[in-house]
C-alpha cells in the first residue's frame, strides 16, 4: 500500500479502478465512489486495534503495566487489569512496574489504588496485592497452609462482614508466595469440598481474581480470552485480546492455549481467526501460536 502511494502519483484513473474494485467499501454514488460509513468505522477500528497492540509490544514490560495500571485507575474501570499486574508477574517484575509507575507519573502506584480505591470495600486488599514482594522459592509450610485455608473458610462463612475486608484474608492473599497459595487452596478444598472460588458470593470478584491470577493464572487468562472473543463483547473487553496476547506471548501462552482448550474445547487460535480481521488478526495469531 506504502509503495502503491508513489506509483500511482498523479493517476487519478488508478484509484478510481481501485475504489470500483473493493465494493464492500465503496459503493456508486451518483458521479462518485462512496466510501461506506459502517465499512470506514470497522476499518478504523481493526487500524486501532492494531495500533495499540504494536504500541503496547514495543514497550518495557514495565512501562507497559505502568501505564495500563494508571489507564485502569484513572479512566474509572473495574480494577481486573491492576489485580492481574499485581498477581501474575514476578516479584522483580511487580517492582520494576511500581518503579516505572514513579518515574513516569510522580506517583506511587500504592497511593494511586489508595486513593481512587479508597470508598471501596476491597481497597486494603488491592493495595496490599499492587505492594506486595513475594517469597519466589519453592519451600510450603503444610501446616501452615493447612491453618489458613481454615482460616480463609471461617473468613468466608462470616455473614456480618465482607470477606474482602477481613483481616486474615487479606494477609494471606497480600503476603503468601504463590506456591504457599496454591497448596492452601489445596487444602481448602478438602476440608470445605469444594473450590474456594466456589464459595465466593456475586460481591467478592476482587478476591475471585485474585485467587485465579495466583493460583491458575493460564485459567485465568484463557477465560478473560473467550470473554473477549464472544460475540457483543464489549470495548474494554476486546481491548483484553492485545493485552493478553502481549503480556503474556513469552510468559505461558501454550498452557493458556492449552486450558482454553479444556474449558471450551476449541483451540484459542481458531477462535482469534474467526473474530479478528486483518493485520490484528495475524499479529494475534503470531503472539498466540507463534508459527505453531
Known sequence: MVSTLAQWRKQPEKRSGFRKSFRGLFKEHGVIERCEDEYMLHLAAE?????????LWAMHPWERDARLAHHVLHQAHPPAIAVEIACTRSAE??????????????????EDVAFHAKDKPYCSLLVGLVSAYRYEGPKVNEDTAKAEAKALGAALKKKEAAAVENGEVVRILTTRSKPHLVETFKHYKELHGKHIHEDLGSEET???????????????????????????????????????????????????????????GARLEDAVAACAHGHFKDALLSLIAGGK
Open 47 to 55: 487500524f486501532s486495534r492494531f495500533k495499540n497492540l504494536m504500541v
Open 93 to 110: 517484575d511487580l517492582l520494576g512496574a511500581r518503579k516505572a509507575y514513579q518515574a513516569l507519573f510522580h506517583h506511587s502506584l500504592e
Open 206 to 264: 476482587l478476591i475471585r481474581e485474585a485467587v485465579q491470577c495466583l493460583a491458575a493464572p493460564e485459567m485465568y487468562f484463557s477465560q478473560v480470552m473467550e470473554a473477549a472473543l464472544r460475540e457483543g463483547a464489549d470495548h474494554h473487553g476486546k481491548e483484553a485480546l492485545a493485552r493478553v496476547a502481549v503480556t503474556r506471548s513469552d510468559v505461558d501462552m501454550d498452557g493458556i492455549r492449552a486450558a482454553y482448550q479444556e474449558q471450551f
